[in-house]
């Protein structure tokens, strides 16, 4: 849960609303009742299998649960629970907790228990019985992002905390934190409004940027799909983020999409296997408009890598060299040297966007040289952020102490995090012509700890003890 202040920003993961629902996870023995005693030995039979596939816990999370369920609670606990915190539990969820396990395994982290939900859920104190139906559920599928944008705006201007609280309690009506991904991303149970019963993900950052995730999975789709995809050996990376159809219904999909989002959205769901069909290689192949290159590269690089170089050397000449930008740090680490001409071209080229990822993958390559990024690390007009990344790389190149001058005079800069990132980049190598810049940062910098901590590694490297 957040803080009284929202504050720091964490990378985004895909954050549109999945307008189209993953299909119903498929029901193998077609023998059972939904809810049933028998869905519930199905669902217990379902995690120890996935378990035994898993049996070294390769899977993000599972070291933490184990594979193993909770016993179960009565109907009368679960009573209790609701008319304590003034809600009514949706009616898979009751029937987990009751038939199948109180928390245990589940998806990333696995699922909290019954008693412990106040834990992870401090706002359910702010509410009374009034709420449970006068208060609507904030998080809804009709819900704008700009309307979302708004409220996080002004919730990051408000100073007073009982009026913090109030919006919190607006902003967290109808949710339960049943789970967590790890750092501030949580697995959301929504109890009211359009998504009851159905899982959400938050970042509790509460950027107005990104909205909370809406899955469009029922707690049982999203329960029972994520063991069914570690029996079948998918990825689960981003798991509920992306789709969980086949790729004969992906492909289908894709064909049929208009619009570019749609089918960057639906391209995101191959990301789950591990082999392609032979017709999803082909699909991948096709160049049927630009904005989608990147991300079929990106695909192509993971799933059938030769035809994925073939793409990109096409790409990365052709009309729409940003495709290639988009997938390049996807290319098997063999072949990039390769391309570290092409791709440092690019670099200087200013109507090619996303220089942090050129920079990158350059990088990346064993033939890289500071003597090359230099020019884009002093221009500026580029973004001090590349102009960072660039200082970055240079210190990884092996001809960097020959720009121990240019180091130097960045640290001595007005900029505090380039002046920050050179002293990274030569900290750990000892170069005599830096010490005397070392000295003046030590004296500029006193009382800043994370300056001097990289001071003293480069007075260490360089045989000098500080205090």
């Known amino acids: 849960m957040p803080g009284k202040k929202i504050r720091g920003k964490l990378s985004a993961y895909l954050r549109r609303k999945q307008e189209s629902r993953p299909p119903n996870p498929p029901n193998p023995s077609n023998t059972y009742e939904p809810l049933s005693d028998a869905h519930a030995a199905y669902l217990k039979d379902l995690v120890k299998r996935a378990g035994k596939k898993d049996g070294t816990r390769e899977i993000f999370g599972s070291s ?12 009368e606990e679960v009573r209790r629970f609701e008319a304590h915190w003034h809600l009514t539990l949706p009616d898979e969820y009751v029937f987990f907790l009751t038939k199948v396990g109180n928390g245990g395994a589940g998806p990333y982290y696995g699922l909290y228990s019954l008693e412990n939900l106040d834990r992870y859920n401090e706002y359910l104190g702010f509410y009374d019985d009034r709420d449970k139906e006068a208060l609507p559920s904030f998080i809804d599928r009709n819900m704008s992002p700009v309307n979302w944008a708004r409220a996080m705006e002004e919730m990051e201007d408000i100073n007073d905390d009982n009026e913090y609280d109030v919006r919190m309690k607006q902003v967290c009506s109808g949710l339960l934190v049943i789970g967590t991904q790890g750092c501030t991303y949580d697995n959301l149970l929504m109890w009211k409004g359009s998504e009851r019963g159905k899982i959400v993900y938050i970042d509790w950052n509460m950027e107005p940027e990104y909205g909370p995730f809406l899955t469009g999975l029922t707690f049982l789709e999203w329960f029972e799909q994520y063991f069914l995809e570690i029996l079948a050996g998918h990825s689960l990376t981003s798991y509920g983020y992306i789709s969980l159809k086949s790729q004969q219904e992906l492909r289908k999909e894709y064909g049929g999409a208009v619009l570019t989002e749609d089918k960057l959205r639906i391209l995101a769901g191959f990301h789950k296997f591990t082999e392609a069909e032979p017709e999803t290689i082909e699909l991948l192949l096709q160049r049927d408009r630009p904005e989608t290159d990147g991300a079929k590269g990106e695909l192509l690089f993971k799933l059938a890598p030769m035809k ?6 096409e790409t990365i000449v052709g009309n ?14 063999q072949y990039k040297d390769r391309f570290y001409g092409k791709m440092l071209g690019l670099l200087y080229r200013p109507d090619i966007k996303d220089k942090a ?5 350059l990088g990346d390559c064993s033939n890289r040289k500071a003597a090359d990024l230099k020019g884009f690390a002093e221009n500026m007009e580029n973004s001090s952020e590349d102009r960072r990344t660039a200082v970055y790389v240079m210190g990884k190149c092996p001809d960097k102490l020959d720009f121990a001058e240019f180091f130097a005079k960045l640290m001595q800069g007005e900029d505090y995090w380039l002046a920050h990132a050179a002293l990274q980049a030569m900290s750990r190598t000892p170069c005599a012509e830096l010490t005397d810049t070392y000295e003046w940062m030590w004296k500029r910098y006193e009382g800043d700890r994370m300056m001097r901590s990289n001071l003293q590694i480069a007075f260490e490297a360089n045989g000098i003890k500080k205090k």
Do not use: S
């Open 308 to 313: 994925g170089l073939k793409v990109f050397e």
């Open 320 to 333: 729409h060299p940003q495709g290639a930008v988009a997938c390049a740090r996807r290319m098997p680490d």
């Open 64 to 75: 933490k649960h184990g594979y193993k369920l909770n016993p179960t609670v009565t109907q």
């Open 357 to 361: 990822r050129i920079l990158f993958f």
